[in-house]
T-cell receptor
Framework: GENVEQHPSTLSVQEGDSAVIKCTYS??????FPWYKQELGKRPQLIID?????GEKKDQRIAVTLNKTAKHFSLHITETQPEDSAVYFC??????????????????FGKGTKLSVKP | DAGVIQSPRHEVTEMGQEVTLRCKPI?????LFWYRQTMMRGLELLIY????????DSGMPEDRFSAKMPNASFSTLKIQPSEPRDSAVYFC??????????????????FGPGTRLTVL
């Protein structure tokens, strides 16, 4: 089955600096890669996602890049702010073969990265 | 839209008692997922349903755990008997899964607020 590795487990940056979190996946058939942000005591919330037919996607200060050949994808946060402090999770899944059942469509999460942005 | 609704938000029980967690997915969603989150193991998928049918329950820890989805708007996760090691935050998530096409964003999972379970 799919396995997702996430690094680093903790990351501390100064406000205004950039932060990069990297994930690798094992199943070359995976084609959907979301990133979730979880603040302390809150639910995980989707912040950005990318599909395998795209190499990069940006949304204001957040960007995600995907290298299908190397099977890794990364989250980039620029101009970090204290409110970016949270745990970030990457995930991977494959879709498109739902009618055959099995585990297709479910997300496999990385272990998370605790990001601390110091003012 | 109220989002995914879970109840109770907090549950404290004694070892050996039965615990039932409840989830109402977002209206119109056809997939429902139950996750468990602990510091040691992170976010673990326990089971998921599509169109009310369990698709994969390989993440369910043991026979003490069971889940049902009697209709499109309600699901339960039951632990009987509960043990201290079951203490965790349990999240329910829902999505609308479609084979409509590669570029659609229909399979985004939306999480509920979670149920914090403490088994003494």
């Amino acid at each position: 089955g799919e396995n997702v590795e996430q690094h680093p487990s903790t990351l501390s940056v100064q406000e205004g600096d950039s932060a990069v979190i990297k994930c690798t996946y094992s199943d070359s058939a995976s084609n959907y890669f979301p990133w979730y942000k979880q603040e302390l005591g809150k639910r995980p919330q989707l912040i950005i996602d990318i599909r395998s037919n795209v190499g990069e996607k940006k949304d204001q200060r957040i960007a995600v890049t995907l290298n299908k050949t190397a099977k890794h994808f990364s989250l980039h946060i620029t101009e970090t702010q204290p409110e970016d402090s949270a745990v970030y999770f990457c995930a991977a899944s494959k879709r498109g073969v739902w009618r055959y059942g099995g585990s297709q469509g479910n997300l496999i999460f990385g272990k998370g990265t605790k990001l601390s942005v110091k003012p | 839209d109220a989002g995914v609704i879970q109840s109770p938000r907090h549950e404290v029980t004694e070892m050996g008692q039965e615990v039932t967690l409840r989830c109402k997915p977002i209206s119109g969603h056809n997939s429902l997922f139950w996750y468990r989150q602990t510091m040691m193991r992170g976010l673990e998928l326990l089971i998921y349903f599509n169109n009310n049918v369990p698709i994969d329950d390989s993440g369910m820890p043991e026979d003490r755990f069971s889940a049902k989805m009697p209709n499109a708007s309600f699901s339960t996760l039951k632990i009987q008997p509960s043990e201290p090691r079951d203490s965790a935050v349990y999240f329910c998530a829902s999505s609308f899964f479609s084979l409509a096409g590669e570029n659609t964003s229909t399979d985004t999972q939306y999480f509920g607020p979670g149920t914090r379970l403490t088994v003494l």
